[in-house]
């Protein structure tokens, strides 16, 4: 079994700065595309941006410029480095990741971190 575990999510004030980690826990497992998606009350899941193996990044027009997500294959997890953030940012946000274990490719999510942004 492989799990992914998140952290970092808190209270901040408009404009600062956050920085979530992702980390994958388990044996015998290799990660392919993770990425970080978020929810807001009342809105559908969102794709944030994601990160290949070999470090190749998608963004989604609302966070290019202010996000940045990056990765440490040796350590297994994906970091989301989040600046200037917005109250409109404000949501819970998941890791997702493809991860080769058990003979197949297993989609897997975290179990969310909280993201607030207010004065």
């Known amino acids: 079994q492989v799990r992914l575990v998140e952290s970092g999510g808190n209270l901040v004030q408009p404009g600062g700065s956050l920085r979530l980690s992702c980390a994958a826990a388990?044996?015998?497992?290799?990660?392919?595309?993770m990425g970080w998606y978020r929810q807001a009350p009342g809105k559908q899941r969102e794709l944030v941006t994601t990160i290949t193996r070999d470090g190749r990044t998608n963004y989604a027009d609302s966070v290019k410029g202010r996000f940045t997500i990056s990765r440490d294959n040796a350590k297994n997890t994906m970091y989301l480095q989040m600046n200037s953030l917005k109250p409109e940012d404000t949501a819970a946000y998941y890791c997702n990741a493809n991860v080769w274990y058990g003979s197949r490719w297993n989609d897997l999510w975290g179990q969310g971190t909280q993201v607030t942004v207010s004065s």
């Open positions: 388990g044996s015998r497992f290799s990660i392919g595309t």
